[in-house]
């Protein structure tokens, strides 16, 4: 009943931005959690980022902490990740995932899942 499909990856030098997004097809999209989640080549995949339904509460790894921002816009059907200070161990293939909970940022329990967009950070 959620589709997700992820956008804005790309290649940047290290110290320079990007800002992914990740846009929501469905109903009740205020109703769902989203994270986005990481995974580089020959790693499994980890946590980075989530934010609840209602955008009131958001988490962060404690790698990213500081340098990624979650948001999202409701009325827009998207949430987005902003990334600072690009190191080359964030380059990954980042993906968005989607639950049902508008009042927490959950870690996991996943269920709807985006094809994932490329991010390359260079030294």
């Known amino acids: 009943q959620v589709q997700l499909v992820e956008s804005g990856g790309g290649l940047v030098q290290a110290g320079g931005s990007l800002r992914l997004s990740c846009a929501a097809s469905?109903?009740?999209?205020?109703?769902?959690?989203v994270g986005w989640f990481r995974q580089a080549p020959g790693k499994e995949r980890e946590f980075v980022a989530a934010i609840s339904g209602s955008a009131g509460s958001t988490r962060y790894s404690d790698s990213v902490k500081g340098r990624f921002t979650i948001s999202r816009d409701n009325a827009l059907n998207t949430v987005y990740l902003r990334m600072n200070s690009l190191k080359p161990e964030d380059t990954a293939v980042y993906y968005c995932?989607?639950?049902?909970?508008?009042?927490?940022?959950?870690?996991?329990?996943?269920?709807?899942w985006g094809q994932g967009t490329q991010v390359t950070v260079s030294s």
């Open positions: 469905g109903r009740s999209f205020s109703s769902y959690a």
């Open positions: 995932a989607g639950r049902w909970g508008s009042s927490s940022a959950y870690t996991g329990g996943y269920k709807y």
